[in-house]
Nanobody
Framework: QVQLVESGGGLVQAGDSLRLSCAVS????????MAWFRQAPGKEREFVSS????????NYSDSVKGRVSISRDNAKNTMFLQMNSLKPEDTAVYYC?????????????????WGLGTQVTVSS
């Protein structure tokens, strides 16, 4: 059974940076394409960024493009999300997701495994 555990969230001020991590256990991370999603109170879960199994292809939502960088270290079974120039509208619970396959989709429905999330709060 695959488990995903997010970490790195917290309370920061606008303009600050955070680095989220997602640790994969139960099966090698290299088997998965992965993504980050987020969900703010009262809103639907939305796509943030995705990365293919080898890191060869990445995608970002328009709302974070230019401020966020996704990466992975398969040797450490970990995925990362570096977030810079954080804004209050980035406040949400951030979830990592994984799917077996070469394609990293932006739709949540295609992901089989999910972490429990890490809270990111950005104050103005």
């Amino acid at each position: 059974q695959v488990q995903l555990v997010e970490s790195g969230g917290g309370l920061v001020q606008a303009g600050d940076s955070l680095r989220l991590s997602c640790a994969v256990s139960g099966r090698p991370a290299i088997d998965y394409s992965m993504a980050w999603f987020r969900q703010a109170p009262g809103k639907e879960r939305e796509f943030v960024s995705s990365i293919t199994w080898n890191g060869g292809r990445t995608n970002y939502s328009d709302s974070v493009k230019g401020r966020v960088s996704i990466s992975r270290d398969n040797a450490k079974n970990t995925m990362f999300l570096q977030m810079n120039s954080l804004k209050p509208e980035d406040t949400a619970v951030y979830y990592c997701a994984a799917r077996v396959g070469a394609v990293a989709y932006y739709l949540a429905m295609f992901y089989d495994y999910w972490g429990l999330g890490t809270q990111v709060t950005v104050s103005s």
